[in-house]
């Protein structure tokens, strides 16, 4: 009985701190998954679509969700998209074209089409023509399947990604 | 005596944590319009607008035939819409003869559409006021949200949302 009364005792002796405590770690978990869900996200990006610019065995990727949402897209930028085919999967590519623009179709072909990109839609397009299933397949792809733009490389070499559209032979000299 | 500087710090830190949280804890939503008369918004006055409970943990595979959804715009990523899928990945659909689609020409019967792998065709219930599948086509399943499955206000109305396709649009879908 002595030894409850005393546990009893200490228990009364930290509840002011432990009560912070835990106030604490809730606020600091639900900054977290805000964090997690609105403003950042870090996703691994496989496949040969952007393959000057990320290699073809997997990058990971910094992105932010906000971008896309307050219409801070530009053409060039590389972004995170659903796939229009298969919802549980998340595309990576360049945007090439935002609404109202005029796009070519595919300029390698000798019969080539432009389209007009109508409202809410962007025009994406694997950096890789040869191997990637983009706009050229799918057609325009709406603005709402967005899912974040792409600011940094963090992982296996950290870089930065640039927005909009750069001359090659200045972000890869050769 | 006025909050302290360490009082406002942490509410502007907390500020969208909390509301993320309510978000989650109370996902309800209000219903604009009349393309879904007279499951929602019955009321032919169009001065209240129902509240209703949104599903958000749904795959979006598991969505059926039937469902009332609430899904991106195609044509604007800051405008939700409330429809119910007509079709899934496989289905043919024949659009609206009545409402005229640019889904067919003006003259020419229209032709049964094929849904596309990972698409959907979604219709309001009021045909002749719902902006749907029948003028931007088949939308990809990702811009789905959530599925609508309670009528929470008025209570008058208050009930579950069912799914099921109306008995005069069954025979359109082949």
């Not at chain 1, 992982?155 to 890869?172: A, C, D, N, T």
Request: hydrophobic share 40%.
């Amino acid at each position: 009985m002595a030894y409850f009364s005393l546990l009893k005792e200490q228990l009364r002796q930290i509840r002011p701190q432990a009560a912070r405590f835990a106030l604490f770690t809730l606020e600091g978990c639900l900054l977290g998954l805000f964090l997690k869900e609105h403003i950042v996200g870090v996703a691994p990006c496989y496949g040969p679509s952007m393959l000057p610019t990320l290699h073809a065995t997997g990058d990971y990727l910094l992105f932010d969700r906000f971008s896309h949402r307050l219409g801070n897209i530009q053409t060039g930028d590389i972004v995170l998209c659903t796939s229009p085919s298969d919802p549980g999967k998340v595309i990576c590519k360049r945007v090439l074209g935002l609404p109202g623009d005029s796009v070519d179709i595919d300029p390698r072909r000798a019969t080539t089409k432009k389209i007009k990109i109508p409202p809410g839609h962007v025009w994406l397009q694997g950096d890789n023509m040869a191997h990637s299933v983009d706009s050229r397949f799918h057609g325009p792809i709406p603005m709402g399947l967005l899912q974040g733009k792409v600011r940094a490389v963090l992982f296996p070499s950290f870089k930065l990604v640039q927005g909009g559209l750069q001359k090659i032979g200045e972000v890869y000299p050769v | 005596m006025a909050p302290s500087p360490v009082f406002w710090r942490r509410a502007l830190l907390l500020t969208p944590p909390a509301a993320y949280l309510f978000a989650s804890l109370f996902p309800f939503g209000r219903v604009d319009g009349r393309s879904m008369q007279p499951h929602l918004n019955p009321n032919t006055n169009q001065l209240t607008r129902d509240v209703v409970f949104v599903n958000y943990w749904k795959r979006p595979t598991d969505y059926q035939h039937g469902d009332v959804v609430n899904l991106i715009a195609p044509h604007n990523p800051h405008l939700l819409l409330t429809k119910r899928i007509i079709g899934l990945p496989g289905d043919l659909i024949l659009p609206n003869p009545s409402t005229g689609s640019p889904m067919h020409g003006p003259s020419d019967p229209p032709h049964p559409i094929f849904i596309p792998k990972g698409h959907c065709w979604v219709e309001g219930d009021e045909s002749f006021h719902s902006t749907d599948s029948n003028q931007f086509g088949p939308i990809p399943l990702g811009l789905v949200q959530g599925q609508v499955q309670y009528v929470v206000w008025p209570p008058a109305n208050f009930g579950p949302v069912r799914s099921d396709i109306p008995p005069w649009k069954r025979k359109r879908v082949l």
